[in-house]
């Protein structure tokens, strides 16, 4: 499945409050916390308290249910749909109605352009955006500005200022995270393979480039391989691995940057048969969390995309009720494998 | 019927000019029907920034589809138009930004650039003698490699340069984008180059039969070249449209618009088999689509049933027209 | 007025009609192309169907068979009413019928055509193919045609195909009455004798033959009676053998009709044009030479097979050749296209309406106007329509095209008034060369003539044409010059004066005799085996 | 001349089977010339383990190929491939997991679903007579919201059916997947199917001349929905292998396989034009594409030029073998 990522102006990761109590484990988002400023400590309460309370069900009873009209990167994918049922089971609690639609591949620009033009045109109370790209969809922005909807960007940063807040996870950090620990399983030498899922959209970009650069600064004995794209589909991904063992059977380590790019890598070394080779994916669903349960699969690292979900419905909320809102509420990202996998605050931020 | 013969041969024609036309006004009826159905289902639809926002969501797939008329006349199919739009929206980006050339040039360059991915196709067909299928197909992957080669795999932005978005989003006609201009003006020349020159009729003479139109004394090599070639010239045009639109030229996109765009020229009653279309028909087709996902969505269907809904419609759509066209 | 045909047939006649038509209708947008039509077909007789291009003839086999639904009237078989559902229907009455268009398979074989629909079977649902080539290869035999089960019919010549649509016709055990809608229009005089054989052995006293045709000399010996249509309406029906021809013609077309003399002066000092020398191909030709003077008609026999329709192609770049120079006023011309030809003002009709001729979703205008759409109705790229389509009225009138306007299109006209249409795409080109293949094929008598007037018109203008056909009588009579072809080779040439039906069949059924290679190769029996029969 | 007989029927006949044997043998000359370049290019290519990944990555594509060769022959088109193994796939996971249906009963049951998308789709063409490219083109929509909404837009998995996995995964031939044995068996049918049935023969002879099929007697309208409920049923396997192999239905996926399946039937010399094709030439354009992709990704090729190489070569492949049968 595709999922989730950032853009072009990327807000500097923050170890919300909320993200380190969250991961309790000492592998929670550490490598986050080097490239912090500490921009935003406050993050967590204010918006927190301005989603919780600031809705009283009898202030909305007469009128219809205001509504939250979100558009995201994706739509059929795990990821948003993790994101979507956050969404909406806030929505549900907070008394609003939301629409969730996104395009059917991080690649298409302009059908995400529609989709926020056919947004704005049903004239909703405010607005949930995801950008694939910022730049595009500036001047719809402005359109939603200037007839006084307030804007939450989530996933990743929207190039303008007209968001009110940014709901995000790093990118670039969690995959050099990802890059940590298989540097670490595999001892700091040998050959590491990645499969990703987009060579051009944010997610895949910088999940790719933030994995290559931890290794080039901080593994010089790590060979990595080409980088070979597969489109989050796994059957097509499954084929690539098995090409990247046939041509290099002293593969040690293999990078699956989303949901469908991790499975596909599992299953191709599973098909291939081939052993001794350490993968680490990204995001979860179903079959990676069976993978880590069985071995196959050394961990990953996962956003939190329920929580993503959630927190764009609740700061739209608060936005509604004009309070004022951090400039960003970061979602955090976790690494998780076998030792951790049944914590709870691992389980709150893994979708089936 | 047997009142006088003067008014025989001019009555018929007249009639039958008459006739036609009213075709082609219902031709339009499935559209009418949608639009009126969503106009009254939904107030927000029938807003005149909502029927800009259709148009201009039309453009695109449009111009490409005005194109591609042209060779499904001849009986060929043409799928390299979506990434050869790509293709040509990184070449406009590297034309202008990273070559710095002058912006009438790059467009000009663009345009051309979209030719020659055309002219190749056509040598392909035409000279080669490869099925448009495979020829296209070929096309289709290499200008896809090739937009990401050229592009380092990432968006060339035309930030610097504002007058190049004003092509698709500045207004001339206030409140309405100039796109939508660009459109219905290469709409308008498309529908004269398919009706009044010789290069349409020779269009629908290949598509009809080539090996009798080259046994009358016609090059249909040179015209199938040609042919691909305006195609190609669609593309490059669409190519600047889609990235001014975007303000960047996004190397990974347009895989899928090609469906799209031959869809749009099938439901407006074009017959993949060759020999017979119509612009306007294009037009309409192009329409139905756009009209159909922005009204689905403004209505607010949950996504995975819009897709349900709008293969339905358009079964529903061509249906009526093919029933309408049996009774006539 | 009420025809003895109408009344009720007494149960003694009943026996005796296999097939009667009562007052049948049927009309298409803009054209009435049956009213109160009659026929009746008795058992045991060849009654043959004739009228103008356009008069309704094919339209009536449509209706027998089912593809159309009469508007009027109805159909009886054996006194029996009969409303026919469809082809199998038809058949299941004991109808068969080869349309005038042909219904072939390209891309099957001989034998697959031939047994569509009754495959022989082994375990219900496995095509049996060993039998069905062994049944195939029994009925060629059987009805002595040059065909062998394994061919793919797309490869076929038009008279070939025109023999499978014949062998699959006879083919049904059960067939008592056989329509066929003009089958020797694309045969020549050998295949012909050939098919009337088969009618003939064909029909007993339980079966009969409707046959229609444009070729009046063979219903003197082919049929029994002669029906006679005119713009779909029933006019007569003549005995054979007590009426002529000019009553036949005079009752289709409505008035006399007057044939001019064949050309008597060799027109040996007009300058040479085109001259051909040495032309050979891959497939067929060995050394083809011949002149073709200014203002002559060049006329091409020979006998299925033998190349002519190889040498037009030759020559107007179609197919490519492997040695020979033509000549065009004296310099050296290479034509590699018919776009190049058409550069020359060298125009070629093909002998294949149907795939090399019409544009059958196209207009009858836009058909009529194609080949000189560039240079005659245009300006800067742009489509005259108006002096187009004057034009385009102009022929259709002077070839009498019946059609309802020059907006119909030219899939819905007659097989003859499609003949028309693209005989007029060429008179409309202004061609210093000509070369009509097979033009008059399937044209009724009276437009024939007009045609040949045309065509003697051209000539006296100083246009050169070069005639291919098989109807000996039409080359004699039309050519100043005749040159013989048989299997690839030109064998002779004869004068006007020279030339009569003896001295061109024995040119004809020369036989190279160094190689019989060149025979197989051309699904021919080798040489011994077919007998000189015609002289 | 009776003695005669015998032989002079044999001989031909046996000459021209023979002829065409070496024609097909000569077809894989593209492919083996590809698998020959990059066995020498590259020793990781030519491993046992590698060339029954190059076959296990054929399977869906292949499969889906060869039921959609027979829908081409006729001249038709079947763009809902793709979607529709989707919604088989989803569908497979329907009956065996949410329904818990015994193993044999939800795979037959998923099979008969994929020839009920298919007989919707014949309807559609032979009733209806809606053109094929719109007809498939609306299942291909409706299919892909359907899979979407029959799961719930999540994947079903079967990790409690290992067995459903063994389908593809297991391996009755040591070494070689059962997904490979399942191909070439269904491989096997298809031509049994297409060349020596009534079935195949009406194929033929629709896509060759559907008007004469008809007056030959033949109910060409029943012949269709028969051929495109075949496709469907092929539709419905490989919804079977590609959850089988990925353990789970992912009701996302799908759109793009129909087209590269379409393109391996065509890369095997079948006409899309109708009248011309056949399982082998299909089995070889599906080999020659994932040769290609397997061989370029063992060299290293970066991504980028992967898909322009894979373009040539599709060009050059297609020419070379129309080049080597317009010279025999
Ligand atoms: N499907 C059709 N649609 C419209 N007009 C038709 C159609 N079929 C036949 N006609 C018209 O009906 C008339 C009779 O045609 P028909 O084919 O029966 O003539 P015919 O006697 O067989 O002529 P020919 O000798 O040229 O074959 C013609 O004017 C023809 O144009
Ligand atoms: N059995 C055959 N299989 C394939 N092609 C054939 C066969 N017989 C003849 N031809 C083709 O037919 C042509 C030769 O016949 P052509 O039509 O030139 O002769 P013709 O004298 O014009 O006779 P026709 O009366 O048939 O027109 C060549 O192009 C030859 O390749
Ligand atoms: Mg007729
Ligand atoms: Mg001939």
């Given at each position: 499945?595709?999922?989730?990522?950032?853009t072009?102006?990327?807000?500097?990761?923050?170890?919300?409050?909320?993200?380190?109590?969250?991961?309790?484990s000492?592998?929670?988002?550490?490598?986050?916390?080097?490239?912090?400023?500490?921009?935003?400590?406050?993050?967590?309460?204010?918006?927190?308290?301005?989603?919780?309370?600031?809705?009283s069900?009898?202030?909305?009873?007469?009128?219809?249910?205001?509504l939250?009209?979100?558009?995201?990167?994706?739509?059929q994918?795990?990821?948003?749909?993790?994101?979507?049922?956050?969404?909406?089971?806030?929505a549900?609690?907070?008394?609003?109605?939301?629409?969730?639609?996104?395009?059917?591949?991080?690649s298409?620009?302009?059908?995400?352009?529609?989709?926020?033009?056919?947004?704005?045109?049903?004239?909703?109370?405010?607005?949930?955006?995801?950008?694939?790209?910022?730049?595009?969809?500036?001047?719809?922005?402005?359109?939603?500005?200037?007839?006084?909807?307030?804007?939450?960007?989530?996933?990743?940063?929207?190039?303008s200022?007209?968001?009110?807040?940014?709901?995000?996870?790093?990118?670039?950090?969690?995959?050099?995270?990802?890059?940590?620990?298989?540097?670490?399983?595999?001892?700091?030498?040998?050959?590491?393979?990645?499969?990703?899922?987009?060579?051009?959209?944010?997610?895949?970009?910088?999940r790719?480039?933030?994995?290559?650069?931890?290794?080039?600064?901080?593994?010089?004995?790590?060979?990595?391989?080409?980088?070979?794209?597969?489109?989050?589909?796994?059957?097509?991904?499954?084929?690539?691995t098995?090409?990247?063992?046939?041509?290099?059977?002293?593969?040690?380590?293999?990078?699956?940057?989303?949901?469908?790019?991790?499975?596909?890598?599992?299953?191709?070394?599973?098909?291939?048969?081939?052993?001794?080779?350490?993968?680490?994916?990204?995001?979860s669903?179903k079959?990676?969390?069976?993978?880590?349960n069985?071995?196959?699969?050394?961990?990953?690292?996962?956003?939190?995309?329920?929580?993503?979900?959630?927190?764009?419905?609740?700061?739209?909320?608060?936005?509604?009720?004009?309070?004022?809102?951090?400039?960003?509420?970061?979602?955090?990202?976790?690494?998780?494998?076998?030792?951790?996998?049944?914590?709870?605050?691992?389980?709150?931020?893994?979708?089936? | 019927?047997?009142?006088?013969?003067?008014?025989?041969?001019?009555?018929?024609?007249?009639?039958?000019?008459?006739?036609?036309r009213?075709?082609?006004?219902?031709?339009?009826?499935?559209?009418?029907?949608?639009?009126?159905?969503?106009?009254?289902?939904?107030?927000?639809?029938?807003?005149?920034?909502?029927?800009?926002?259709?148009?201009?969501?039309?453009?695109?797939?449009?111009?490409?589809?005005?194109g591609?008329?042209?060779?499904?006349?001849?009986?060929g199919?043409?799928?390299?138009?979506?990434?050869?739009?790509?293709?040509?929206?990184?070449?406009?980006?590297?034309?202008?930004?990273?070559?710095?050339?002058p912006?009438?040039?790059?467009?000009?360059?663009?345009?051309l650039?979209?030719?020659?991915?055309?002219?190749?196709?056509?040598?392909?067909?035409?000279?080669?003698?490869?099925?448009?299928?495979?020829?296209?197909?070929?096309?289709?992957?290499?200008?896809?490699?090739?937009?990401l080669?050229?592009?380092?795999?990432?968006?060339?932005y035309?930030?610097?340069?504002?007058?190049?978005?004003?092509?698709?989003?500045?207004?001339?006609?206030?409140?309405?984008?100039?796109?939508?201009?660009?459109?219905?003006?290469?709409?308008?020349?498309?529908?004269i180059l398919?009706?009044?020159?010789?290069?349409?009729?020779?269009?629908?003479?290949?598509?009809?039969?080539?090996?009798?139109?080259?046994?009358?004394?016609?090059?249909?090599?040179?015209?199938?070249?040609?042919?691909?070639?305006?195609?190609?010239?669609?593309?490059?045009?669409?190519?600047?449209?889609?990235?001014?639109?975007?303000?960047?030229?996004?190397?990974?996109?347009?895989?899928?618009?090609?469906?799209?765009?031959?869809?749009?020229?099938?439901?407006?009653?074009?017959?993949?088999?060759?020999?017979?279309?119509?612009?306007?028909?294009?037009?309409?087709?192009?329409?139905?689509?756009?009209?159909?996902?922005?009204?689905?969505?403004?209505?607010?269907i949950?996504?995975?049933?819009?897709?349900?809904?709008?293969?339905?419609?358009?079964?529903?759509?061509v249906?009526?027209?093919?029933?309408?066209?049996?009774?006539? | 007025?009420?025809?003895?045909?109408?009344?009720?047939?007494?149960?003694?006649?009943?026996?005796?009609?296999?097939?009667?038509?009562?007052?049948?209708?049927?009309?298409f947008?803009?054209?009435?192309?049956?009213?109160?039509?009659?026929?009746?077909?008795?058992?045991?007789?060849?009654?043959?169907?004739?009228?103008?291009?356009g008069?309704?003839?094919?339209?009536?086999?449509?209706?027998l068979?089912?593809?159309?639904t009469?508007?009027?009237?109805?159909?009886?078989?054996?006194?029996?009413?009969?409303?026919?559902?469809?082809?199998?229907?038809?058949?299941?009455?004991?109808?068969?019928?080869?349309?005038?268009?042909?219904?072939?398979?390209?891309?099957?074989?001989?034998?697959?055509?031939?047994?569509?629909?009754?495959e022989?079977?082994?375990?219900?649902?496995?095509?049996?193919?060993?039998?069905?080539?062994?049944?195939?290869a029994?009925?060629?035999?059987?009805?002595?045609?040059?065909?062998?089960?394994?061919?793919?019919?797309?490869?076929?010549?038009?008279?070939?195909?025109?023999?499978?649509?014949?062998?699959?016709?006879?083919?049904?055990?059960?067939?008592?009455v056989?329509?066929?809608?003009?089958?020797?229009?694309?045969l020549?005089?050998?295949?012909?004798?050939?098919?009337?054989?088969?009618?003939?052995?064909?029909?007993?006293?339980?079966?009969?033959?409707?046959y229609?045709?444009?070729?009046?000399?063979?219903l003197?010996?082919?049929s029994?009676?002669?029906t006679?249509?005119?713009?779909?309406?029933?006019?007569?029906?003549?005995?054979?053998?007590?009426?002529?021809m000019?009553?036949?013609?005079?009752?289709?077309?409505?008035?006399?009709?007057?044939?001019?003399a064949?050309?008597?002066?060799?027109r040996?000092?007009?300058?040479?044009l085109?001259?051909?020398?040495?032309?050979?191909t891959?497939?067929?030709?060995?050394?083809?030479?011949?002149?073709l003077?200014?203002?002559?008609?060049?006329?091409?026999?020979?006998?299925?097979?033998?190349?002519?329709?190889?040498?037009?192609?030759?020559?107007?770049?179609?197919?490519?050749?492997?040695?020979?120079?033509?000549?065009?006023?004296?310099?050296?011309?290479?034509v590699?296209?018919?776009?190049?030809?058409?550069?020359?003002?060298?125009?070629?009709?093909?002998?294949?309406?149907?795939?090399?001729?019409?544009?059958?979703s196209?207009?009858?205008?836009?058909?009529?106007?194609?080949?000189?759409?560039?240079?005659?109705?245009?300006?800067?790229?742009?489509?005259?329509?108006?002096?187009?389509?004057?034009?385009?009225?102009?022929?259709?009138?002077?070839l009498?095209?019946?059609?309802?306007?020059?907006?119909?299109?030219?899939?819905?006209?007659?097989?003859?008034?499609?003949q028309?249409?693209?005989?007029?795409?060429w008179?409309?080109?202004?061609?210093?060369?000509?070369?009509?293949?097979?033009?008059?094929?399937?044209?009724?008598?009276?437009?024939?003539?007009?045609?040949?007037?045309?065509?003697?018109?051209?000539?006296?203008?100083?246009?050169?044409?070069?005639?291919?056909?098989?109807?000996?009588?039409?080359?004699?009579?039309?050519?100043?010059?005749?040159?013989?072809?048989?299997?690839?080779?030109?064998?002779?040439?004869?004068?006007?004066?020279?030339?009569?039906?003896?001295?061109?069949?024995?040119?004809?059924t020369?036989?190279?005799?160094?190689?019989?290679?060149?025979?197989?190769?051309?699904?021919?029996?080798?040489?011994p085996?077919?007998?000189?029969?015609?002289?």
């Amino acid at each position: 499945s595709d999922s989730a990522s950032q853009t072009t102006a990327t807000p500097p990761p923050t170890t919300a409050a909320e993200t380190s109590s969250a991961a309790g484990s000492s592998d929670a988002p550490t490598s986050s916390s080097e490239a912090t400023g500490g921009s935003g400590g406050s993050s967590e309460t204010t918006e927190s308290s301005a989603g919780g309370d600031g809705l009283s069900p009898t202030s909305m009873s007469d009128d219809p249910k205001p509504l939250i009209a979100i558009v995201s990167k994706g739509f059929q994918h795990q990821f948003w749909q993790a994101v979507k049922s956050g969404a909406e089971s806030e929505a549900a609690k907070l008394g609003v109605e939301i629409t969730f639609e996104g395009p059917a591949s991080e690649s298409e620009v302009e059908a995400q352009i529609d989709q926020l033009t056919q947004a704005i045109a049903k004239k909703p109370a405010a607005l949930g955006f995801a950008a694939l790209d910022s730049k595009a969809a500036a001047p719809l922005l402005q359109q939603a500005a200037d007839a006084d909807i307030p804007v939450i960007a989530f996933d990743s940063g929207v190039d303008s200022d007209i968001p009110l807040t940014t709901a995000s996870t790093d990118n670039k950090a969690a995959a050099a995270e990802a890059a940590k620990h298989m540097s670490e399983l595999i001892g700091g030498s040998g050959k590491v393979a990645l499969v990703v899922h987009d060579q051009t959209s944010a997610s895949g970009t910088e999940r790719r480039d933030g994995f290559i650069e931890w290794m080039e600064a901080n593994a010089p004995d790590i060979e990595l391989l080409e980088p070979q794209y597969g489109g989050g589909d796994q059957a097509k991904s499954a084929d690539i691995t098995k090409s990247i063992i046939a041509a290099n059977p002293d593969i040690k380590g293999i990078y699956g940057s989303n949901e469908g790019s991790a499975i596909g890598v599992v299953k191709g070394v599973e098909e291939s048969g081939a052993t001794g080779i350490t993968v680490i994916g990204f995001d979860s669903g179903k079959a990676q969390i069976d993978a880590i349960n069985s071995g196959i699969m050394a961990g990953a690292i996962t956003q939190n995309p329920v929580g993503i979900g959630e927190k764009t419905v609740q700061a739209a909320v608060a936005a509604l009720q004009g309070e004022t809102l951090p400039k960003i509420i970061d979602t955090g990202f976790y690494w998780y494998d076998k030792t951790n996998i049944n914590e709870p605050q691992i389980q709150a931020v893994l979708y089936q | 019927m047997s009142t006088a013969i003067a008014p025989v041969d001019a009555g018929p024609r007249k009639s039958s000019d008459l006739r036609g036309r009213l075709e082609q006004l219902l031709a339009f009826a499935g559209l009418i029907v949608i639009v009126v159905f969503f106009a009254i289902a939904n107030e927000n639809f029938r807003t005149f920034s909502n029927i800009t926002a259709i148009l201009f969501s039309t453009v695109v797939i449009g111009i490409l589809a005005l194109g591609t008329t042209f060779v499904i006349i001849t009986g060929g199919i043409d799928l390299s138009i979506g990434t050869g739009m790509t293709l040509c929206a990184v070449m406009s980006g590297v034309f202008l930004i990273n070559w710095n050339l002058p912006l009438g040039l790059g467009l000009l360059l663009t345009v051309l650039f979209g030719g020659l991915i055309g002219l190749v196709n056509g040598f392909n067909v035409a000279i080669l003698g490869l099925p448009p299928f495979i020829a296209t197909l070929a096309m289709m992957l290499v200008a896809q490699g090739l937009a990401l080669v050229l592009s380092n795999s990432a968006p060339i932005y035309f930030s610097v340069l504002p007058a190049f978005s004003e092509i698709s989003t500045g207004e001339i006609i206030p409140k309405v984008p100039n796109a939508v201009l660009v459109l219905l003006v290469l709409a308008v020349l498309a529908a004269i180059l398919l009706g009044r020159t010789l290069f349409g009729r020779y269009t629908f003479s290949i598509g009809s039969n080539e090996e009798a139109t080259e046994l009358s004394g016609i090059n249909t090599r040179k015209w199938k070249l040609i042919i691909y070639t305006v195609a190609g010239l669609f593309t490059g045009i669409a190519g600047i449209m889609i990235s001014a639109r975007l303000g960047s030229a996004q190397p990974a996109t347009g895989q899928g618009y090609e469906l799209q765009a031959i869809a749009a020229v099938v439901i407006g009653g074009t017959s993949l088999t060759g020999g017979k279309g119509s612009i306007v028909g294009t037009v309409i087709g192009a329409l139905i689509i756009s009209v159909l996902n922005n009204g689905l969505r403004i209505m607010s269907i949950p996504q995975e049933w819009q897709n349900v809904i709008l293969g339905l419609v358009i079964l529903g759509a061509v249906y009526a027209d093919m029933a309408r066209k049996r009774t006539t | 007025m009420t025809s003895p045909l109408l009344q009720k047939p007494s149960s003694d006649a009943a026996a005796d009609l296999l097939l009667e038509v009562r007052g049948v209708a049927k009309s298409f947008p803009g054209v009435k192309a049956l009213q109160d039509m009659h026929l009746t077909l008795r058992a045991g007789e060849v009654l043959a169907l004739v009228g103008e291009n356009g008069a309704g003839k094919s339209t009536l086999m449509k209706l027998l068979s089912g593809i159309y639904t009469p508007d009027e009237g109805e159909f009886f078989v054996r006194g029996e009413r009969y409303l026919p559902s469809g082809p199998r229907h038809a058949q299941a009455m004991g109808i068969s019928i080869i349309h005038q268009e042909f219904n072939l398979m390209p891309d099957l074989t001989v034998a697959q055509n031939i047994f569509i629909g009754r495959e022989p079977r082994s375990a219900g649902f496995f095509t049996g193919d060993r039998e069905l080539n062994r049944r195939a290869a029994e009925l060629i035999d059987r009805l002595d045609l040059p065909l062998r089960p394994r061919q793919v019919v797309g490869s076929l010549t038009v008279a070939k195909q025109q023999m499978v649509e014949i062998a699959k016709a006879l083919s049904f055990e059960t067939t008592r009455v056989l329509i066929m809608d003009e089958p020797t229009a694309a045969l020549n005089d050998a295949e012909v004798a050939t098919l009337h054989q088969l009618i003939r052995r064909f029909v007993t006293p339980e079966t009969a033959a409707i046959y229609i045709s444009h070729k009046m000399d063979e219903l003197k010996v082919i049929s029994d009676r002669i029906t006679v249509i005119r713009d779909g309406r029933y006019i007569d029906t003549l005995q054979t053998s007590t009426s002529t021809m000019k009553d036949v013609i005079s009752r289709m077309v409505g008035r006399e009709l007057t044939t001019d003399a064949r050309p008597e002066n060799v027109r040996t000092d007009r300058p040479v044009l085109l001259s051909v020398r040495g032309l050979s191909t891959k497939a067929l030709l060995k050394d083809v030479s011949f002149d073709l003077r200014e203002g002559e008609i060049l006329g091409f026999a020979g006998l299925m097979g033998a190349g002519r329709t190889e040498v037009a192609r030759a020559i107007v770049g179609a197919d490519p050749i492997i040695g020979g120079a033509v000549t065009l006023r004296g310099a050296p011309i290479s034509v590699r296209s018919p776009a190049e030809a058409a550069a020359h003002r060298i125009g070629y009709l093909s002998e294949d309406r149907k795939q090399f001729g019409l544009l059958l979703s196209q207009d009858v205008n836009a058909n009529i106007g194609i080949s000189s759409l560039a240079e005659r109705f245009s300006s800067a790229g742009f489509v005259k329509d108006r002096p187009m389509k004057v034009k385009s009225r102009e022929y259709v009138e002077k070839l009498r095209i019946r059609t309802p306007s020059i907006l119909q299109t030219a899939k819905n006209l007659s097989g003859g008034n499609q003949q028309k249409v693209v005989i007029a795409k060429w008179l409309l080109k202004d061609c210093d060369v000509l070369i009509f293949d097979e033009p008059t094929r399937g044209i009724d008598v009276g437009v024939k003539e007009e045609i040949y007037r045309l065509l003697n018109e051209l000539a006296e203008s100083g246009k050169s044409i070069i005639m291919i056909s098989s109807e000996l009588p039409e080359v004699l009579r039309m050519s100043h010059r005749i040159v013989v072809m048989s299997e690839g080779r030109v064998t002779g040439e004869l004068t006007a004066a020279e030339a009569d039906q003896e001295s061109v069949m024995h040119l004809a059924t020369l036989r190279p005799d160094e190689n019989p290679a060149d025979a197989e190769e051309l699904g021919l029996e080798p040489p011994p085996t077919e007998p000189d029969e015609v002289p």
